[in-house]
């Protein structure tokens, strides 16, 4: 272990962890935050190391969004009752293959972890109305057979590989067992929150782990962003229309997408 | 990082020919088809996770089965008048958007390169890529040279068609020889080892363009069959070159009449400055490129080049 690329703040009082990562570029549903945060605060996580970002990010200077400075942060948190080790980084821009390492390298070593789980969204061209399935992806056929109870959609895709597939295949040269979760996420939520994927993946974490964790709160935001977009409906037709077709699985057109994109993340960034 | 090694030829004082991507793929495609023809045998390759990031990945029901990475790989074979090692990477190593390496990660992708060569007892390197040249398309592009010491020009001088850098002229002696197939020679003259680039002239105008220049391949391979004492069958290349010659003829006849004359004067003109054409022309050729590159491709149906 490269020890010089961590921060490390406390040991951690784990035994036989699992890890749960998310990266926060491309937050599709803000999924990843939401779903962090949320384990973060009712797990009581603490933060007990970071990886440094120099080599990894573009440190030429700061980026700042909403008038707020942004740094880039790789940082780990334990939930120590609940046997759960927390990462959450952007992307690395440069040497990802020494990055995914560092991760696995203080998981590994430092912290014992048994498995991991990557969160991600994917954008789906679908309604919200439509029962969300969550996509998986395994390194190793006995892990995929363990969890087949689960009621996952087992992913089939060849193309470019994201961030999450590129640590599986690292985590399985290790021996590692891991799997990524791509719960669907509308594509005209995909900007704003999603709170039917986030509670739908919550769901799975909870019922994996044991973690007695209490969603009945999500359920509002569900009701809530519903009740906005079913309002939304009845108020323009055009909208309406977008959605009914999606619901009876036909497609947009482009300019279709856009304009249905466009006004519910208007709405939504209007009631906050 | 590191190098994998399939197996262990015995070669003797083996010279080496690097290719890498490039402008019209002119070095890569020629050492390709020096691969190709040969029949050379792959023995080593370097491990690319710290180089690149993987370009494909296939899950099949659910399972990750495997990550592609760009290939950096090593071949050999034995001729008549000595042994070869030949090394072809799909791509440079770059950080950020570049296509062409810089930096510390080059560095290491060279010395990699030239650890293997030297374990095998290699003393000589040859890199090959592009001479952005004032010249017409009709012409038979030059090969032009660059070499690690001044011992090696009367050697180089005996190649056929191929001429020092310093004898094209209108470059005041100096230039840069972008990426690995430079650095690569850089590292290697640093090393002590001989080191020698031999580039195919590639028209101005064509030097963005996205097809490959297979003409400059040829010419740089025929300079390559001279060194290596052996005769190569072009078949398959000159095949290729048609197809490309093709095209540049389609987009060069959609020229303007007064661009097409002046470029016309390059047929006839030595060239030792841009000739032919002015900077406007060469700008308009370039903005235009892409869209007179559409209009071939759509009057000869697609393609693959």
Redesign the interface.
């Known amino acids: 272990m490269e020890k010089e690329l961590f921060e490390i703040y406390q040991a951690p009082q784990l035994r036989s962890p699992s890890l749960i990562i998310g990266w926060q570029n491309h937050d599709a549903g803000k999924l990843t935050s939401r779903l962090i945060d949320f384990l973060n605060a009712k797990l009581g996580g603490q933060t007990i190391a970071e990886i440094k970002p120099s080599g990894f990010f573009t440190l030429g200077g700061a980026v700042f969004k909403d008038n707020l400075i942004q740094a880039p942060e790789s940082k780990f948190w334990a939930c120590q009752k609940s046997e759960l080790l927390i990462f959450r980084s952007e992307e690395p821009k440069y040497e990802w293959y020494r990055f995914l390492n560092a991760v696995l390298d203080f998981a590994q070593h430092y912290c014992h972890i048994k498995e991991l789980y990557t969160v991600s969204g994917t954008v789906s061209l679908m309604a919200h109305t439509t029962p969300r399935r969550i996509l998986a992806v395994y390194n190793q056929s006995e892990f995929q057979e363990m969890l087949q109870a689960y009621g996952l959609e087992d992913m089939t895709w060849e193309g470019p590989p994201a961030i999450s597939s590129y640590l599986l295949w690292v985590a399985k040269r290790r021996d590692i067992p891991g799997m990524s979760l791509w719960p669907e996420i509308p594509f005209y939520l995909a900007t704003a929150e999603d709170p039917t994927a986030a509670k739908l993946t919550l769901s799975f974490l909870n019922s994996r782990f044991n973690l007695g964790l209490d969603l009945a709160e999500l359920d509002l935001g569900v009701k809530s962003q519903n009740e906005q977009i079913a309002q939304l409906r009845k108020e323009n037709a055009e909208i309406n229309k977008y959605i009914t077709l999606l619901e009876t699985g036909l497609s947009l057109s482009e300019e279709e997408q856009v304009i249905l994109a466009r006004e519910v993340y208007d709405l939504l960034e209007k009631t906050g | 990082m590191g190098i994998k090694l399939f197996r262990q030829p015995e070669l003797e004082k083996p010279v080496l020919i690097c290719g890498w991507p490039g402008i019209g793929n002119i070095g890569l495609l020629a050492v390709d088809t020096l691969r190709r023809v040969l029949k050379a045998e792959e023995f080593a390759e370097i491990e690319p ?2 180089f690149f ?12 089965r495997d ?1 592609e990475f760009p290939t950096s790989k090593f071949y050999y074979t034995r001729l008549e008048q000595g042994d070869l090692i030949l090394f072809i990477g799909e791509k440079q190593p770059t ?2 958007e570049r296509m062409y390496s810089t930096g510390e990660k080059a560095y290491r992708m060279a010395n990699l390169v030239l650890d293997v060569a030297e374990r095998f007892g290699c003393r000589r390197v040859y890199t090959s890529g592009a001479c952005v040249s004032p010249v017409h398309h009709t012409l038979k592009p030059r090969v032009i040279s660059v070499l690690s010491s001044e011992k090696l020009t009367a050697e180089v001088e005996k190649y056929q068609n191929t001429i020092l850098m310093s004898e094209i002229g209108g470059r005041e002696g100096e230039g840069v020889i972008t990426g690995l197939n430079g650095l690569l020679l850089a590292v290697a003259k640093k090393r002590g080892l001989e080191s020698i680039c031999l580039m195919g002239e590639i028209p101005d105008w064509l030097s963005s363009s996205p097809f490959p220049y297979p003409m400059a391949s040829r010419s740089v391979l025929e300079v390559f069959a001279d060194i290596l004492g052996i005769k190569i069958d072009f078949t398959v290349l000159d095949r290729m070159v048609a197809q490309v010659e093709e095209v540049i003829h389609r987009i060069y006849e959609s020229f303007p009449p007064e661009i097409r004359e002046r470029y016309d004067e390059r047929k006839f003109v030595a060239q030792a400055k841009p000739r032919g054409i002015t900077e406007e022309d060469a700008r308009w050729i370039k903005e235009h490129i892409d869209e007179l590159f559409k209009k071939g491709g759509e009057q000869g149906g697609e393609r693959t080049i």
Do not use: R
């Open positions: 996770w710290d990031y993987p370009e494909k990945v296939s899950i099949i029901n659910g399972l990750l990550l950080e950020g």
